[in-house]
């Protein structure tokens, strides 16, 4: 009974490269959230998706950083010309109800 | 804004002893409350939630309770174990954001022997 997996853990990349974020939510989850934390901060709620549908983006920066939860497949969040700001933890979580259950987060470090 | 706050940064309890997290919210419109556990460099497991027509949830020696017309939560852990070592996240959402979870700042917990 495979949890809420994501990959890669740990994940290192240059200014102005690109970031891709891979999220399985567990068996049975049509909810999966995306949330960050930034040093000595507590989690901060990005976006919201259900399968081919964004339902909250409130909490998404408004340029550079998009995400999908495709028909088939993980969802993506994806950052584009990272900056050192971005550098955090990014964790995913999934629901069947009001629930969430949180992967083990990607560890975004930009140089 | 911070919505929901955590005001004590770390507590340190002796083992065995009850451990007492608080936790304080500002939006009327939170119906439903979560509790998180969080070790270093691991996701926040999920430990016990509450809804807005209760006021106390207990599982194991994990209890919530919710004191509605303060905005106030707290989490007892009794006996507490040095595998309680860890930040503990209070969490809410509301019917006009739902699925949008609002994190407090976390408190550190220290169990000691």
């Known amino acids: 009974n495979a949890g809420v997996m994501q990959n890669p853990r740990h994940l290192v990349r240059r200014r102005g490269q690109e970031a891709r974020l891979r999220c399985s939510p567990m068996?049975?989850?049509?909810?999966v959230y995306w949330y960050r934390q930034l040093p000595e901060e507590g989690l901060k709620f990005m976006v919201y998706l259900q399968k081919e549908n964004i339902i909250d983006e409130s909490g998404m920066p408004k340029e550079r950083f998009s995400a999908e939860f495709p028909k088939e497949g993980p969802s993506i969040l994806r950052i584009q010309q990272v900056v050192r700001g971005d550098s955090a933890a990014y964790f995913c979580?999934?629901?069947?109800?009001?629930?969430?259950?949180f992967g083990p987060g990607t560890r975004l470090l930009v140089l | 804004d911070q919505q929901v706050k955590q005001n004590s940064p770390s507590l340190s309890v002796q083992e065995g002893r009850i451990s007492i997290l608080n936790c304080d919210y500002t939006?009327?419109?939170?119906?439903?409350f979560l509790w998180y556990k969080k070790y270093p460099a691991e996701g926040p497991t999920f430990l016990i939630s509450?809804?807005?027509?209760?006021d106390k949830n207990e599982d194991g020696r994990f209890t919530v309770f919710l004191n509605k017309s303060a905005k106030h939560l707290s989490l007892h852990i009794v006996p507490s174990q040095p595998g309680d070592s860890a930040v503990y996240f209070c969490?809410?959402?509301?019917?006009?954001?739902?699925?949008?979870?609002?994190f407090g700042a976390g408190t550190q917990v220290v169990v000691t022997p």
């Open positions: 939006n009327s419109m939170f119906d439903y």
């Open positions: 969490a809410a959402s509301g019917d006009d954001s739902w699925g949008k979870l609002q």
């Open positions: 509450i809804s807005s027509i209760k």
């Open positions: 068996k049975g989850h049509s909810h």
């Open positions: 979580a999934s629901s069947r109800d009001e629930t969430q259950y």
